[in-house]
């Protein structure tokens, strides 16, 4: 008996859509022929229109299914607009971008036509709702959701059935909402476009900023409109934004939100690279998010989302197919090999912390997919280019390519100003608008590629630049203004770089800035008795003094971007000195007319440069990533350096010469400097950029701390593998002295657990004193291991990170086949440092001369010398933790992050385990941990909250993941071999190691002692 066939209904508002397009001339025949002219043909719209597409999906996927629909009557001719709403569109030719194929898409809405009295009556599907496993409703506020007759009697006795709602107009009212929100609380998946939830009354979302922006005010009104509450609560909402984006709201008691995005363009980015419009995008996404739900159900509405717009952009690309028998939508094999083409990624999107400030920390996708792996990813950019940044927004203009959050929407905001100021025909005044930036981070560049991005022939704007430090009166600035004149007279919209902008004129600061403030507010300029109109302009005003616009409206010292606090009701007597001299400044500003001239602006960049900046509630840890793109590019475009390219087009570069170039506190004139290092570095016939090929070192400290630089090339620093946002100012103390500042103190803890350990074991000696009681030559044996954390850290691709205020350090990742190798690591340095000390090898050991019979290869080592190698290692995260700094793997590992899942986890674990070690005997006064969960001590309870997030790490440890159970369904228990099982422990037994470790337990031989924390299992597990 074959299986029963899946229902899928289809309802809602229904038109027949009426496409007139353009017929080419004939050379004979009727006279009308010979002239231009259109035909027009009909296709269904509306619900009709997405039940063809469901049906076309399923068959294409070959998913059997009954699908039904509004029964609109073939021939659509006769079908009268009294019965059904007729629409009505233009199409015209267009040619395919990248291609000379030209293809038909709508050039032109020509309205709808309707009944005259009231709407038309609504066409009920051919099945009843009762017999649908998925119910899809097209309510696009044509009528459909107030005819209750249609629906009205079926949905309270839909039971489980999966509905799709698709709504159109004003969102969240109608009968039908009514309805299937009371009958639907938990199967309902909404989907909206983002330009009807913007015009919902009270929701503002910002529009092709940043990704990062429109998801963090979505959220943030979400949860604070009492409009949206309904939405909020939506078991599953999917807010469309263009082609381009969508979000995932899943509402509820866990409620979580998941942005879907192309991370290589801003919502609206592919439509307009696309001539024309084409109706049903929308429709043509949810039939394919249905398709996923009748192939995976629930499960599949992430994968639906994404392959959902793909196909609705290839639906855009293709355009409507002329046929003999007239007008189509493309076939189901055009839009699926056409949506493999692009490719979207995901995050999750915070809620709000609080409701008056929507994103008060700067959220950034970069920082969440890289968080881990900054180091890392800036290397694998400089060697393999753009593949470390898979998955984070980057936005391309012209030939500039940024992936910070700040210069995306700068560059972004600028962009559709221009835009809009280009398409009002009669501007009132020029457009103004600032840019920012260090000296040599490229302002002129950044705004060259905007303009390139608009116009890259300069066909309808042309460039025009004048350096304002080199006027020196008055009647240059007129010169240029009839230089920008010329330009309008042409045709064209001159785009205005005025560099230097704020330079002084006559030994007075900022002295230009009121020549500029008639011509950005009228449009004109006074040429000695006469007034001249400058016409429709474009002004760019580039900083040469300030880095910032909010350092340049403040006029605050460039090594301090806070603003002091504001201390009205105190005298000036009372105020500290720089306070004083900070509010004389302002003044000054305003008497150069600062206040005038910038609220003549529209805009502004900040160009944030290769150097680190400081700035108030942002660490900038992005600028090694900017770095990165930076010297790849750099050292791509110089022809001498072509040789270090191999055939993958992956650059051959030192590791210590990547360090220091990545890592090097500052380039004394930005970019220019680090262009520079290159120029003169000897990479003629090279097939990798070593030390050699670097300048001496007089040249180098040209541009950058010489000395700095080449500590950096040597080896592995703690500042190279600490987390960018824990860098310490560089104003406040030399890198060499932070580093110095590290290594000291790790050198006596090094000592000082070497020391307690001898003693736990009972085999103290002449060694085992104060380190300052140490001769020298151990001192510097303790201060040479310490140097080499660093590098064996990294070796197993591990860096250091301060540890959260309030928290315990977290349990490293590290496993026992590592442990190993560090081991191994930590005795070669060892060797290393004994034959510089002119010991050799022998069979017994002779201090006095000098002959150790340990001075082999690490598995030639006895099992006990191993053990002392093993011990250093496993003190590593022990001494960072006393700095106060942690260990973690830098890779983006999955964990739980829903702090109630991770809390309920936690005390399953830890209930188990009480009930487990009962069932053996043990009780609250043998084992401490005998309590209830609330009584645990605080590093009791971090250890199992530590070992709940972490439950991904050790189920991808087998090839298994997590994902949401679909509500209502039943869990499938878990079988697991014993090769799984001895897998999982063997990580388990590791993450243990290392949590007693960090507890201060050690190793020794015999019974466990809890109160002197000594235990015989802090072994790698294999020894157990």
């Not at 592919?270 to 001539?275: C, I, L, N, P, Y």
């Not at 009748?294 to 599949?300: C, L, T, V």
């Not at 262009?675 to 950058?704: F, N, T, W």
Request: hydrophobic share 35%.
């Amino acid at each position: 008996m074959s299986e029963k066939k899946p229902v899928i209904v289809v309802a809602g508002d229904v038109t027949v859509d009426w496409f007139m397009y353009p017929v080419d001339t004939s050379d004979e025949g009727e006279n009308w022929r010979l002239h231009t002219s259109s035909h027009a043909d009909a296709l269904p719209g509306g619900a009709a229109l997405l039940t063809k597409f469901i049906r076309q999906s399923l068959e294409a996927e070959g998913i059997p299914a009954i699908v039904t629909g509004p029964p609109l009557q073939e021939p659509l001719r006769d079908i009268p607009p009294e019965r059904v709403i007729h629409s009505n569109v233009m199409l015209d030719r267009f040619q395919v971008r990248g291609g000379e194929e030209k293809v038909l898409r709508i050039s032109k809405s020509l309205g709808y036509i309707g009944s005259g009295s009231g709407s038309p009556q609504p066409m009920p599907p051919e099945h009843d709702f009762k017999a649908a496993e998925v119910i899809v409703l097209d309510d696009a506020g044509n009528g459909f959701r107030d005819h209750r007759d249609a629906w009205h009697s079926a949905l309270p006795h839909i039971g489980d059935s999966i509905v799709v709602y698709k709504m159109r107009g004003a969102l969240i009212t109608g009968a039908l909402w009514d309805e299937v929100s009371k009958n639907c609380p938990d199967n309902r998946i909404m989907v909206i476009n983002a330009s009807d939830l913007r015009r919902t009354s009270g929701v503002h979302i910002s529009k092709s900023l940043s990704w990062e922006r429109t998801a963090k005010d979505f959220v943030f009104q979400l949860h604070r409109l009492d409009e949206l509450k309904e939405l909020q609560q939506c078991p599953y909402l999917i807010v469309l934004f263009g082609t381009d984006g969508a979000i995932l709201h899943r509402g509820g008691e866990n409620a979580n939100t998941t942005l879907i995005f192309d991370p290589s363009l801003l919502e609206g980015g592919f439509a307009a690279r696309v001539d024309g419009r084409i109706m049903g995008l929308t429709s043509i996404f949810t039939a394919t998010i249905v398709r996923h739900l009748a192939k995976d159900g629930i499960h599949g509405i992430t994968a639906g989302i994404e392959q959902g717009l793909g196909y609705s952009r290839a639906l855009l690309e293709a355009g409507y197919v002329k046929t003999d028998t007239g007008i189509k939508y493309p076939p189901e094999q055009i839009l699926s090999k056409s949506s493999s083409n692009h490719v979207y990624t995901s995050c999750h999107v915070e809620r709000p912390v609080d409701l008056k400030d929507s994103d008060p920390n700067f959220w950034r996708i970069l920082h969440q997919k890289t968080r881990n792996t900054w180091q890392r990813v800036a290397e694998e950019i400089v060697i393999k280019g753009d593949k470390g940044l898979e998955g984070v927004p980057m936005s391309v203009f012209g030939e500039l390519a940024t992936i910070d959050r700040f210069e995306i929407e700068s560059y972004s905001a600028i962009r559709e100003l221009i835009i809009e100021f280009l398409a009002n025909p009669e501007p009132k005044q020029p457009l103004c608008f600032a840019v920012f930036g260090p000296p040599g981070s490229g302002k002129s560049f950044g705004v060259k590629q905007i303009l390139k991005d608009l116009d890259e022939n300069e066909d309808k704007l042309k460039r025009i630049i004048f350096n304002i430090s080199q006027f020196g009166n008055y009647q240059d600035l007129v010169a240029a203004f009839h230089d920008v004149r010329d330009i309008v007279l042409e045709g064209r919209v001159p785009f205005v770089f005025f560099d230097e902008f704020d330079s002084a004129l006559d030994d007075q600061r900022l002295g230009w800035l009121k020549y500029f403030l008639a011509p950005m507010q009228d449009g004109e300029f006074r040429d000695g008795e006469s007034t001249h109109p400058l016409g429709n302009a474009i002004f760019v005003f580039a900083g040469g003094t300030k880095s910032t616009y909010k350092n340049f409206v403040r006029n605050l010292p460039e090594n301090n971007s806070s603003a002091v606090a504001s201390k009205e009701g105190n005298d000036e007597s009372q105020l500290p000195e720089e306070y004083v001299k900070e509010e004389d400044a302002k003044n000054a500003f305003r008497d150069a007319k600062v206040p005038d001239f910038v609220s003549r602006l529209r805009g502004h960049i900040n160009v944030m440069g290769l150097n680190r900046q400081r700035k108030e509630n942002d660490y900038d840890d992005v600028f090694i990533i900017r770095r990165a793109k930076i010297l790849r590019t750099s050292l791509k475009n110089d022809p001498r350096a072509s040789g270090l390219c191999n055939s993958k087009d992956e650059l051959n570069i030192d590791e210590g010469v990547l360090r220091a170039m990545l890592h090097i506190t500052k380039y004394k004139h930005g970019t220019r400097s680090m262009k520079a290092l290159i120029e003169m570095s000897r990479l003629e016939g090279k097939k990798r950029y070593d030390l050699s090929a670097l300048p001496v070192r007089d040249q180098l400290d040209l541009h950058v701390d010489a000395d700095e630089f080449l500590f950096l090339t040597k080896m592995e620093r703690y500042q190279s593998i600490l987390r960018m946002q824990d860098l310490l100012n560089p104003e406040e103390t030399s890198y060499l002295q932070k580093e110095e500042d590290m290594v000291m103190p790790v050198a006596k803890l090094i000592h000082k657990d070497y020391v307690e350990h001898r003693d736990a074991d009972g085999t103290s000696s002449d060694t085992t004193v104060l380190f300052e009681d140490l001769p020298d030559y151990l001192k510097q044996s303790n201060r040479d291991a310490a140097e080499d954390i660093p590098n064996k850290l990294r070796a197993i691709n591990h860096g250091i990170r301060k540890i959260t205020p309030g928290k315990t350090a977290r349990t490293p990742d590290i496993t026992d086949d590592e442990v190993e190798k560090l081991s191994s690591m930590e005795h070669d340095r060892f060797c290393r440092e004994r034959r510089l000390l002119g010991w050799v090898d022998g069979e017994k050991k002779d201090t006095d001369n000098k002959i150790s019979p340990y001075l082999v290869s690490f598995d030639k080592l006895p099992d006990d010398i191993k053990a002392y190698n093993r011990e250093s290692i496993y003190a590593i995260p022990v001494i960072l933790k006393e700095l106060d700094y942690e260990i973690y793997r830098m890779e983006e590992v999955e964990e739980i992050d829903d702090p109630h899942i991770i809390d309920r986890l936690a005390r399953i674990a830890h209930d188990r385990y009480v009930k487990e070690r009962s069932n053996e005997g043990d009780t609250p006064e043998t084992n401490p941990s005998m309590v209830e969960f609330d009584a645990l001590p605080n590093d009791m309870k971090e250890a199992n909250l530590d070992y709940a997030k972490r439950i991904p790490v050790l189920l991808r440890g087998i090839d298994y993941g997590v994902r949401r159970l679909q509500k209502d369904a039943e869990p499938k228990l878990l079988t697991l071999d014993a090769k799984q099982i001895e897998t999982m422990a063997e990580i388990e037994h590791a993450r243990w190691n290392w949590q007693k470790i960090l507890q201060g337990w050690i190793y020794k031989e015999g019974e466990k002692n809890i109160e002197k924390k000594t235990t015989p299992h802090l072994v790698p597990w294999k020894e157990l």
